[in-house]
T-cell receptor, first 114, second 113 residues
Framework: AQSVTQLGSHVSVSEGALVLLRCNYS??????LFWYVQYPNQGLQLLLK??????LVKGINGFEAEFKKSETSFHLTKPSAHMSDAAEYFC????????????FGTGTRLTIIP | DTGVSQDPRHKITKRGQNVTFRCDPI?????LYWYRQTLGQGPEFLTY????????KSRLLSDRFSAERPKGSFSTLEIQRTEQGDSAMYLC???????????FGQGTRLTVV
């Protein structure tokens, strides 16, 4: 079985400050890991993915995440927050090999303070 | 390509009525997934198809729910005898065999009154 835990259901940061959203996973097999962003009343947009290549993954909109097997973590970061980053962020895990169903965390709502 | 398309975007129905949602995946995507998202939660897997074959169903998918993908292209999700607990966002996603990422539609928000 696979699961994801997102620490912090709400995170607030000032515009221009570092964004750090935490994700820890549990998987009995090598995982694929994903971060998705969701704006109000919208579907999910893929930010980045880890598929067992480089452990530091760069995504869209300046986001990146680092896969740390020893810590079973895949935290999402962005050096400088922008107002447009305000949204809900979901970490998800699937079994490696691709095309498997995703298991999502409960999400983190990111608020940007002007 | 316009991405994954879902119709309708919003649906309000009375308890006990049947509803049907449609999903058009990205062209040539072999796999199609349905997820349900309730308020304040992450999406939960319901079922998926590879071409026209339904390969897995979650235990969340009660016998009131049925999904089809008759020609391996678009898919429909039907809920019979809707209950207030069915109120949620229903998300469709598609992917291409050999690629890890799934692409999501904008969802259908169902409200059962």
């Amino acid at each position: 079985a696979q699961s994801v835990t997102q620490l912090g259901s709400h995170v607030s940061v000032s515009e221009g400050a570092l964004v750090l959203l935490r994700c820890n996973y549990s998987s009995s097999v090598p995982p694929y890991l994903f971060w998705y962003v969701q704006y109000p009343n919208q579907g999910l947009q893929l930010l980045l993915k880890y598929t067992s290549a480089a452990t530091l993954v760069k995504g869209i909109n300046g986001f990146e995440a680092e896969f740390k097997k020893s810590e079973t973590s895949f935290h999402l970061t962005k050096p400088s927050a922008h107002m447009s980053d305000a949204a809900e962020y979901f970490c998800a895990v699937s079994r490696s090999g691709g095309n498997e169903k995703l298991t999502f965390g409960t999400g983190t709502r990111l608020t940007i303070i002007p | 390509d316009t991405g994954v398309s879902q119709d309708p975007r919003h649906k309000i129905t009375k308890r006990g009525q049947n509803v049907t949602f449609r999903c058009d995946p990205i062209s040539e995507h072999n796999r199609l997934y349905w997820y349900r998202q309730t308020l304040g939660q992450g999406p939960e897997f319901l079922t998926y198809f590879q071409n026209e074959a339904q390969l897995e169903k979650s235990r969340l998918l009660s016998d009131r729910f049925s999904a089809e993908r008759p020609k391996g292209s678009f898919s429909t999700l039907e809920i019979q005898r809707t209950e207030q607990g069915d109120s949620a966002m229903y998300l469709c996603a598609s992917s291409l065999i050999g690629q890890a990422e799934a692409f999501f539609g904008q969802g259908t928000r169902l409200t059962v009154v």
